[in-house]
């Protein structure tokens, strides 16, 4: 165990949908030593398409752990100081590559990539009691284009080349940590094709119970376990840098991302949860060594596993678009340039004057798990302008984490005093004070920003025998942020929020499937009728561009504020 006057160095992989950072802490005094960040956009197309190069995101964490050794060493430290090295990682999206040569056979299909829509439909109905939540009492999760083995499904279907990787016995399929695992203990030269329990309790290929691949569900996905990871705990040794400044340092912590979260909180004990709000939002509390069966919408996925402990579980309640939507109205709506504008912005105004925005871009995930759901909308006005809509992408974010609280609060029957949250949107204070006004219970802030990566040292120090969570505590200063409006208004909003999500749904239909309103869109057949699609769209709260005077000057009046 380290002593507390001596110093700890673990290094943290930190691997997400937007950036790659490398941190560099010391344990032993809750710092941070050295650090470096790589900021990159997704590949994106129209279908909801959401992809990442695999050699890109390799070459930003080598590019990371390369900036920072640079910064130990002006900083008198030896980049062999680090004793060991986690990973944390965007869960869900998949890699495949080929064994031999170890290049990626197709882009990482993103976690929050909704091609697979038909592909969900279609599986749905190939089980037994044609229900997307068939598996749930084994994998914890509802059959959708979320999770990695749909999307895994969808890849062998449409490209020629991994099916003949696959029977040729060169196929090796893994989430973003087994990619830079395999990579960064030697590839091709004996690298470890490994994962962890978290990360694997994503794809919905393993069993929560015995915590390894599932014959069942392999088979209905039609999944070779040949081209399977091992799976391992969150905190062991997995193999050692093959090369570089960190040559010989043990890889020995791995946990996904919003498990590592859960853990930089040191939410170690049951009924303890956070909310991290990066590119989505993630909600996780800690049900203890036994996992529960979510009533309420959310997934029951695995916490953490430290060695041979007993593995911990957690209620997850995952949303697709929290922080993107904030880069939504940066790179799309140009409504502001910079992310950190949002706060702000959404301050010019007092409320949103009764606009609601739903950021349903992919479908809504828990609690409602709508997969024809997508953006809308309501109540503009005249008067509407670029900071009701600010504020208004902040309450949806907060709304959301609202619906999900009163769902653990359902499945756990214990409601939360407070919430701790971390994630890059946590820095903004109007999101912060609009979320515990909205919850109606405290919101705590640590200063310690980096909560994620911190999980992933943790990891690794445990993974080492260097640090005991049990009895080693990180002690961080808070922000607390209370709540300051009455019961009556939170549910009058959050009543007015329900009826803007009934709106969003029912929007999208696959190619070759009637529409809600009955019009099959397969073939070019006749149009329905200017009238008819106003009563069509208008019933599921889609505007309606109608050719008019009247409605010119609005747009235009409207784009003037924005």
Known sequence: MAAAAKSLLI?????????????????????????????FDTLTRPGGWSELNPMAILDT???????????LEKRGFSPKSVQAIGVTNQRESTVV????????????????????????????????????????????LPLASYFSAVKLRWLI???????????????????????????????????????????????????????????????????????????????EVYGKIAEGQYQGISLSGCLGDQQAALVGQQCFSPGEAKNTYGTGCFMLYNTGTTPVQSKSGLLTTVAYKFGEQPAAYALEGSISIAGAAVNWLRDKMKIITKSDQMSALAAE??????????????????????????????????????????RATLEAVCFQTREILLAMTRDCGCPLLSLRVDGGMTKND??????????????VRPAMAETTALGAAIAAAVGIGAWDPATNQIQQEKTIFHDTIDQA???????????????????????????????????????PTLREKIELYSAIAIPVAISSAVATVVVMKLLSKL
């Open 11 to 39: 290094g943290a992989i930190d691997q997400g949908t937007s950036s790659t950072r490398f941190i560099v802490f010391d344990l032993a005094t809750s710092r941070v030593i050295a650090q470096s960040q790589v900021l």
């Open 61 to 71: 964490v080598r590019t990371c752990m390369a900036e920072t050794a640079t910064q």
């Open 97 to 140: 590559w080929d064994r031999v040569n170890g290049q990626p056979l197709y882009n990482a299909i993103l976690w929050l990539d909704s091609r697979t829509t038909s592909t969900v439909e279609r599986l749905i109905q190939a089980t037994p009691s044609k229900s997307k939540d068939h598996f749930r009492a084994k994998a914890g």
């Open 157 to 235: 279907d449409n490209e020629p080349p991994i099916r003949q990787a696959i029977e040729a016995g060169r196929c090796m399929f893994g989430t973003v940590d087994s990619w830079l695992l395999w990579n960064l203990t030697g590839g091709v030269k004996g690298g470890q094709h490994v994962t962890d329990v978290t990360n694997a309790s994503r794809t919905m290929l393993m069993n929560l119970h015995s915590m390894q691949w599932d014959d069942e569900l392999c088979a209905f996905f039609g999944v070779p376990k040949s081209i399977l990871p091992k799976i391992c705990s969150s905190a």
């Open 349 to 390: 105004v007092p409320d949103t004057d009764h606009v609601y925005f739903v950021p349903a871009f992919s479908g809504l995930y828990a609690p409602h798990w709508r997969e024809d759901a997508r953006g809308v909308i309501v109540g503009i006005t005249a008067n509407t302008n670029r900071a009701h809509l600010a």
């Open 430 to 443: 109007v999101l912060m004070q609009t979320q515990a006004d909205l919850l109606g219970i405290s919101v």
């Open 489 to 527: 208004d939170r549910d009058r909003r959050f009543k007015r929020w329900h009826e803007a999500v009934d709106r969003s749904v029912g929007w999208h239909v696959p190619e070759g499937t009637a529409t809600p309103g009955g019009i099959d869109r397969s073939v070019d057949s006749t149009q």
